[in-house]
């Protein structure tokens, strides 16, 4: 079963969604053939590496509020996140440009260590107020989530894997995602934002049901009609 999830990792409420997420997994009986790709999704494209000004500051400009109301917003998500065990320090964060981050990222994906650089620059960004726009912190991580510095360097020194995020959002587009985090199951069900731990699993059962095949019981389809007890075709008497 292939679960593809669009988020941005400057998004706060993607980190809270991944963990509720992962919870729903853990209790889910079949996790082991759930293939997981993390998607691409800019919440915006136009932002520098590293922006000026607080979260708060930036978050009052887009909402047209002031920074000590965008400062209750951000106390309140970060209220959020610790009730799933995620540390948020949104008042050290530095918004920065996700492009590289998404493409190393598709990097990631290639040498099979994609999830473990999702988390790592997740945690960078929310609870240790890292810079993920500046290049070398960026190679740092990705090293840690296992890359290797010199590719992850070289990565970013050219546009690899540009056209695979934009790819990405092109494929969000086509389905109609406008904000992330955002769920898509075997290109048939769809989970929008960070739902509550349950209705992921719900997600997961009813995806997981739609794609076994139904498993005949008491009986053999190839067998003889007198032999199960079934009428095909003309076999029987009227």
Known sequence: MNVEIWSDVVCP???????????????????DAVNIRWRSFELDPDAPERAQGTLDELLAQKYRTTPQQAAQMNARVSGLAAAEGLDYHLDQAQPSNTLNAHRLLHLALKHGVQGRLKERLLRAYFTEGLPI????????????AGLDA?????????????????????????????????????????????????????????????????????????????????CEGDSCAI
């Open 13 to 31: 409420w993607c980190y809270i969604g991944k963990r509720r997420f992962e919870q729903a997994l853990a209790q889910f009986p079949q996790r």
């Open 150 to 230: 010199d590719e992850a360097r070289a990565t970013l020194a050219d546009d690899d894997y540009a056209e695979d995020v934009r790819a990405d959002e092109e494929r969000a587009a086509a389905f109609g995602i406008s904000g992330v985090p955002f769920m898509v199951i075997d290109e048939r069900y769809g989970v929008s934002g960070a739902q509550p731990t349950e209705v992921f699993l719900n997600a997961l059962h009813t995806a997981w049901a739609a794609s076994q095949p139904l498993t005949l019981v008491g009986g053999d389809a190839a067998s003889d009609a007198t032999d199960t007890g079934a």
């Open 133 to 144: 726009g500046d290049r070398e912190t960026l190679v740092r991580l990705a090293t840690e």
